[in-house]
């Protein structure tokens, strides 16, 4: 199975940037997910790595070392909307559970004016 | 194109009673996800599909059944609800490259 492991809650300012990490344990890694979910909404898409390396997006990026099963989500510039919950998720690829998706408990992230 | 669309949105149900939730989408993915969501407990996968006719156990299958009978739909059953059954389900599909999970609104059901 998945062992996803991300910092309960995190509160950063206006205007600064904050890293949200992500660690996983799997027997047949297939692509990690970062998605944003605001409170009472379903879950939106942030990002997509399935190679080693930095994904930039915008006022976002993510970063994953499969070799050390972790990755972060970078936000830059933050601002009041940015609060929410962040989730990093995890396919599986090992033959009897492929396609399976597995998701962290999430970050709840508090953005201070 | 209405994407993931959950049905009811809303639902109360009493101990021991039975219902479907269902889940529709339109843009023909294979791989289909009903998860659900508690304070504290992020998403956590009940069954999932991929493709036409298959079913698999996710990490909590107790107590919930499902089927996909045609590609387009998922449906979760519930045959006798439980109060540990509150919460709010969400179905999610994956898009044929691997790298999008697209959600439905949410389902949020009450057991009294």
């Known amino acids: 199975g998945q062992n996803i492991d991300q910092p309960t809650e995190m509160t950063a300012t206006e205007g600064a940037i904050v890293q949200i990490n992500c660690t996983y344990q799997?027997?047949?890694?297939?692509?990690l997910f970062w998605y944003q979910q605001h409170a009472g909404e379903a879950p939106t898409f942030l990002s997509y790595?399935?190679?080693?390396g930095l994904e930039e997006k915008g006022r976002f990026s993510s970063f994953l070392s499969r070799s050390k099963g972790y990755s972060y989500l970078l936000l830059k510039e933050l601002q009041m909307k940015d609060s929410a919950s962040y989730l990093c998720?995890?396919?599986?690829?090992?033959?009897?559970?492929?396609?399976?998706?597995?998701f962290g408990r999430g970050t709840q992230l508090t953005v201070w004016p | 194109n209405a994407g993931v669309t959950q049905t009811p949105k809303f639902r109360v149900l009493k101990t021991g009673q039975s219902m479907t939730l269902l889940c529709a989408q339109d843009?023909?993915?294979?791989?289909m996800y009903w998860y659900r969501q508690d304070p504290g407990m992020g998403l956590r996968l009940i069954h999932y599909?991929?493709?036409?006719?298959?079913?698999a156990k996710g990490e909590v299958p107790d107590g919930y059944n499902v089927s996909r009978l045609k590609k387009q739909n998922f449906l979760l059953g519930l045959e006798s609800a439980a109060p540990s059954q509150t919460s709010v389900y969400f179905c999610?599909?994956?898009?044929?490259?691997?790298?999008?999970?697209?959600f439905g609104e949410g389902s949020w059901l009450t057991v009294v």
């Open positions: 799997t027997s047949g890694f297939n692509g």
């Open positions: 843009m023909n993915h294979e791989y």
């Open positions: 790595n399935v190679l080693d």
């Open positions: 998720a995890v396919r599986d690829r090992r033959g009897s559970t492929l396609g399976r998706l597995y």
């Open positions: 999610a599909t994956l898009d044929s490259s691997g790298n999008t999970i697209y």
């Open positions: 599909s991929v493709g036409e006719g298959t079913t």
